[in-house]
């Protein structure tokens, strides 16, 4: 079946530091990609979302492209606040019933 | 209103009590979803309504009763929950429809949750 999977965390940086969090997916057909965040004491935001091979999906200076070659979905920032620390999950949806299908998770704490 | 609501934001129970999350959407969606987040535990997708139709239902005890009277509305009715139970339950809205993309273009919306603790 549909799966996702992310790096561990909790990944630490310093603010300003480059960003990425690893997702690999393994899914039959041609999913949807999304990357949720969830700041503390909050619901799931949708950070960013792509739908198609090689599509770049960007959102508050994040962004992840979907690579079908690699079934891989990273997230990226170039300089990241105190104010991104948060937990990010990477998720897909196939085709067929819309059902979403969840990363563990990724903790992301940056310092000052 | 926009967007998701649940309440309460909070709720502390006893292992005795009876009572209820509530969860609305004002999105239009017609597929509504509870899910519980355990600490140190991945997302856990509980139950599923497409079309105020429960779709899903994965193993959940049954001291854990959903409800889902309109397309608008969905409830969680708890009653002799256990300590581990206690968790941040989460609900989500899309628009299940195939035919014209819905959460497969857009995704799902999430609440901003209930935090639960049973004592």
């Known amino acids: 079946g549909n799966s996702v999977t992310q790096m561990e965390g909790p990944v630490t940086l310093s603010e300003e530091a480059f960003l990425t969090i690893n997702c690999t997916y393994t899914?039959?057909?041609?999913?949807?990609l999304f990357w949720y965040v969830q700041y503390p004491g909050e619901g799931l935001q949708l950070l960013l979302k792509?739908?198609?091979?090689?599509d770049k999906g960007s959102n508050k200076g994040f962004e992840a492209t979907y690579r079908k070659e690699t079934t891989s979905f990273h997230l990226e920032k170039g300089s990241v606040q105190v104010s991104d620390s948060a937990v990010y999950f990477c998720?897909?949806?196939?085709?067929?019933?819309?059902?979403?299908?969840f990363g563990t998770g990724t903790r992301l704490l940056v310092s000052p | 209103e926009t967007g998701v609501t649940q309440t309460p934001r909070h709720l502390v129970m006893g292992m005795t009590n009876k009572k209820s999350l509530k969860c609305e959407q004002h999105?239009?969606?017609?597929?509504m979803y509870w899910y519980k987040q355990s600490a140190k535990k991945p997302l856990e997708l509980m139950f599923v309504?497409?079309?105020?139709?429960?779709?899903e239902n994965n193993s959940v005890p049954s001291r854990f009763s959903p409800e889902c009277p309109n397309s608008s509305h969905l409830f969680l009715h708890l009653h002799t929950l256990q300590p581990e139970d206690s968790a941040l339950y989460l609900c989500?809205?899309?628009?299940?429809?195939?035919?014209?993309?819905?959460?497969?273009?857009?995704?799902?919306?999430f609440g901003s949750g209930t935090r639960l603790t049973v004592v």
């Open positions: 989500a809205s899309s628009q299940d429809t195939t035919r014209t993309g819905g959460a497969f273009l857009h995704g799902y919306t």
């Open positions: 899914a039959t057909g041609y999913p949807s």
């Open positions: 792509a739908t198609k091979a090689d």
């Open positions: 998720a897909l949806m196939g085709t067929g019933f819309q059902k979403l299908v």
């Open positions: 999105l239009g969606h017609n597929a």
């Open positions: 309504y497409s079309l105020e139709e429960r779709v």
